[in-house]
């Protein structure tokens, strides 16, 4: 369990600007690093932000805001914010902790909340386990790999090399590009992806899922929502897709070699592309046809809506 308390270490600095009713405190802290070390951020609230450094160590930026309340108010509610950390050259861990915010608040104590934002830089190498109860994540350009979780904001992540394991309750999960393996999960929002180079396991129970390049195998599954992917030409391994109430619209590339087998149970199958028929047809509730002689399976279940199939638009 980590040390709480307020930082209270050379390397801290804390001030407190007061405008008005609103007042801000801004805590820094530097740590030393090895390459390839893991940063941990447990926040119980606030927006979190990550970018690569051009150092080898992390640099946090904590900033607490309240905003209406006298000066001296501010410095007392400010104290009620536990910090507590543990720091080695392979591993930077922090928790953040407001015990007078993990109960309900008055109306009439709003003002008592504080707004926490995060700004940290890593080391390039770096991976990152980030979660927040109450805020955004956004994590940019690391080879490292990036575990995110967030109760409700959005969380974005753009141009990341390593692996990506991420869940929302209520908010969007938006990847930029993925070189490495991808596995998202979202209770109310959407999934939207532009490039993953590896697997991905995609699932949202209301909301819908996109992604732009797929270059691995993939599973995606809609409960509520509409699912729509584009599929490169090089991928090696199954791709299965799968909407309760939802669409399923596939893009293939004219190069790509795969097996088709889909269904939809109350809508049809639309095939806008050369395929060898097996069963089933265009415009039918099933197909099974090879496409370029076949290879993985492409593998598509529509319970409630249409299934298209086709070649990307030149």
Avoid at 3 to 9: A, H, K, N, V
Avoid at 142 to 161: C, H, N, P, Q
Avoid at 223 to 241: L, Q
Wanted: contains cysteine.
């Amino acid at each position: 369990m980590l040390p709480s308390g307020r930082l209270g270490l050379t390397a801290l600095l804390s001030t407190l600007v007061p405008a008005a009713h609103a007042a801000e405190q801004v805590i820094q802290r530097e740590y030393s690093v090895a390459g390839g070390a893991t940063l941990k951020l447990d926040a119980y609230g606030g927006t979190i932000a990550v970018r690569q450094s051009d150092d080898a160590r992390i640099h946090l930026r904590i900033s607490e805001q309240v905003s209406n309340a006298e000066p001296a108010e501010a410095e007392a509610i400010f104290k009620r914010v536990e910090i507590g950390e543990k720091a080695d050259p392979g591993a930077v861990m922090i928790a953040i902790r407001n015990p007078a915010e993990t109960r309900a608040l008055f109306v009439w104590k709003e003002k008592e909340r504080v707004a926490l934002n995060y700004s940290i830089l890593v080391p390039k190498t770096c991976s990152v386990v980030l979660s927040t109860n109450d805020g955004g994540i956004t994590v940019n350009d690391i080879t490292g790999s990036v575990d995110a979780k967030a109760a409700k904001g959005t969380l974005f992540l753009r141009r990341i090399d390593g692996d990506i394991r991420a869940e929302a309750d209520d908010g969007d999960l938006i990847v930029s590009r993925c070189l490495g393996s991808v596995s998202l999960r979202v209770r109310s929002g959407n999934i939207r992806v532009g490039t993953i180079g590896r697997h991905a396991d995609l699932w949202a129970l209301s909301g819908d899922i996109n992604v732009q390049h797929a270059h691995g195998g993939l599973v995606a599954s809609a409960e509520a929502g509409n699912v729509s992917i584009g599929v490169e030409k090089e991928f090696p391994e199954d791709v299965r897709i799968k909407t309760n109430g939802g669409a399923i619209d596939v893009k293939l590339d004219p190069g790509a070699r795969c097996r088709i087998q889909a269904k939809s149970v109350w809508g049809k199958v639309n095939a806008a592309l050369p395929i060898l028929v097996k069963s089933g047809g265009d415009g039918e509730r099933s197909l099974d046809a090879l496409f370029n002689g076949g290879g993985p399976l492409l593998d598509l279940h529509a319970d409630g809506g249409q299934i298209h199939i086709g070649l990307p638009k030149t």
